[in-house]
């Protein structure tokens, strides 16, 4: 239980690796049941929602936003994931299974995903989050 700010998202792919932008925002543990609101900043930084004037520039700076809820499981060293309500429609009912580790106040999530060049290797996306104070 708790909840746990993001400290970075490592991809590593048959072809290369990279680290995506630290996301803003926390996730929330409850018993089995999580809940989850981060803003990916823009490369120019996350603007004051009060200066878009346009609804072009207000739903870009909605798009920045990922909202999801649901429950999880966990097992051994497995953790069982299942959205049940998200921003992004195509989300929601989604299940994801990977590993996980808590060590201190730091937690690591693994995920293994089909490569999209070549379905027979994986894409490790390793997510690590801190203990919020």
Same mark, same amino acid.
């Given at each position: 239980?708790?909840?746990?700010?993001?400290?970075?998202?490592?991809?590593?792919?048959?072809?290369?690796?990279?680290?995506?932008?630290?996301?803003?925002?926390?996730?929330?543990?409850?018993?089995?049941?999580?809940?989850?609101?981060?803003?990916?900043?823009?490369?120019?930084?996350?603007?004051?929602?009060?200066?878009?004037?346009?609804?072009?520039?207000?739903?870009?700076?909605?798009?920045?936003?990922? &909202?999801?809820?649901? =429950?999880?499981? $966990?097992?051994? +060293?497995? %953790?069982?994931? @299942?959205?049940?309500?998200?921003?992004?429609?195509?989300?929601?009912?989604?299940?994801?299974?990977?590993?996980?580790?808590?060590?201190?106040?730091?937690?690591?999530?693994?995920?293994?995903?089909?490569? &999209?060049?070549?379905? =027979?290797?994986? $894409?490790?996306? +390793?997510? %690590?989050?801190? @203990?919020?104070?």
């Amino acid at each position: 239980d708790g909840a746990w700010r993001h400290v970075r998202t490592e991809v590593v792919t048959p072809d290369s690796s990279y680290q995506r932008p630290v996301l803003q925002g926390l996730i929330v543990y409850s018993g089995r049941h999580y809940s989850q609101v981060w803003v990916n900043p823009r490369p120019s930084g996350v603007q004051q929602a009060s200066q878009p004037t346009t609804a072009e520039e207000k739903a870009a700076r909605y798009d920045v936003l990922s &909202a999801n809820a649901g =429950t999880f499981e $966990v097992q051994d +060293t497995l %953790i069982t994931i @299942r959205v049940e309500q998200a921003k992004n429609p195509r989300v929601a009912g989604m299940t994801r299974v990977g590993s996980y580790r808590i060590k201190g106040d730091t937690a690591w999530l693994v995920f293994l995903d089909p490569w &999209a060049k070549d379905s =027979t290797k994986t $894409v490790r996306t +390793t997510i %690590i989050n801190v @203990r919020a104070r």
